[in-house]
Structures are given as C-alpha cells and as structure tokens.
C-alpha cells in the first residue's frame, strides 16, 4: 500500500515537473526566442508589412483596401467576400472569392459592367480609354478579395486621368507608376505588380509637394 502510494505520489511530480518544463520551454523561451529573432532579422514582415505616412500606419503592403476617390489610382474590384456594407475598408478582415465559374452570367454581368465603368471614369479630354485597353484584373477580384496589387497595365490605364484631376503633366504621374512598379520576385516568380497603396501616398506626396 505504502509503495503504491510513493509510486503515484513519484509518477504525479515527475508529471508535474514535465508541465513545468515544457510550459516554460514551449510557452515562453520558445516564442521569446522566435519573436526575438523575427523582430532581430525580419521586423518590418513580423510587424504585418506595415505601411505609414505622416508618421502613422495606414495599411499594409499585404492588404489591399477599397475607397479611393478617382483622384487617386484604383484597386482591383472586391466583388467576393473582402467587401460588404459593413467592411468596406477592410477594418475587419473578410476574405474570399466570388465563386462564380467563367460562363456564369452575373459574373460575366459584373465584368461587362466594370470594363465600362473604367473606360468611362479614365477617359479624359485628349485620351480616350478603349475597351481594349482594359485588362483583366481591372474588372475581376483576386482570389481573396484583398490583392493589394494591380498590373502595370492597369496603372498606366489610370495615368492620365489621374494627371487630369490632379494638374500633374502626364510624364510626371508616369515616372510615378515606373518607379513603383516592381518586376517579377528573383526574375522568374510572379508577374510585375504595383502596389496601390504605396502609389497612393507617393502621388498625395506629389500633390503636396507641386
């Protein structure tokens, strides 16, 4: 009985001792030293990818948001599940595509739809926008509704209204989009992008600054 009793008695602190020691090395020296190392190497990709301007954060480079006035450069459409009445900005984080097959006639109605709606809003006196000209990702959502990317193609789509509202010469707002325009990962990996939020606050420095 006795030796039953020392037995569990050992069993239970040897259990309990290896609580203590796995908490401690799992709960805390673990993500201390994982967090220490991120913050050390990899800071700005630990910290979400922030992106500020005037000394605060406005986004991130991984995030694409909705709401620009058509003075500024436009995203991609969120038609999925990344924009709703009460997400518009993406203050709460809703991902996810429009599941609708490429035959599927709202989609093929949504697409009809914006393809006029960018060659009416980037047609401006001197320059006018083809049907043509438009390229896809101007008028479908990414995968999840949250690509903070868009092609250089519909960058330079939106270059000379852009100037127009903005009483930038054409040149200028061009070098813009050039010089944010960042060309395929090692050279081979994805396509060339630009980041619309970036552009943004480049083109409101821009505005500021002339």
């Known amino acids: 009985m006795n030796n039953s009793v ?3 008695a050992r069993l239970l ?8 020691v796995l908490t401690l090395v799992t709960g805390v020296i673990y ?5 220490g190392i991120a913050q050390g190497l990899f800071s700005d990709k630990a910290n979400g990818s922030e992106i500020k301007s005037d ?3 406005v986004g991130s480079s991984l995030i694409g948001q909705q709401g620009y006035g058509l ?18 900005q993406y203050k709460l984080i809703l991902s996810g595509a429009t599941n609708r097959s490429g035959d599927n006639p709202e989609l093929i109605k949504w697409v009809k739809e914006a393809k006029a709606k960018v060659v009416r809003e980037n047609s401006v006196p001197g320059y006018t926008v083809r049907p043509s000209q438009v390229p896809a990702d101007a008028v479908t959502s990414s995968g999840s509704g949250l690509d903070p990317d868009i092609s250089p193609a519909y960058a330079e789509l939106q270059v000379h209204r852009v100037a127009d509202r903005n009483d930038l010469p054409v040149a200028q707002v061009e070098k813009l989009v050039e010089d944010h325009t960042e060309k395929r990962t090692l050279g081979f990996i994805g396509e060339p992008r630009v980041n619309v939020l970036e552009l943004n606050i ?3 420095e821009l505005v500021k600054g002339s």
């Not at 003075?71 to 518009?88: H, I």
């Open 31 to 35: 993500p201390l030293a994982v967090t």
């Open 71 to 88: 003075d500024y450069f436009q995203p991609r459409p969120a038609n999925g599940l990344g924009e709703n009445s009460v997400n518009t």
């Open 202 to 204: 480049a083109l409101k």
């Open 6 to 8: 020392t037995n569990t």
């Open 13 to 20: 602190g040897a259990g309990l001792r290896a609580l203590l």
């Open 55 to 57: 000394g605060r954060v």
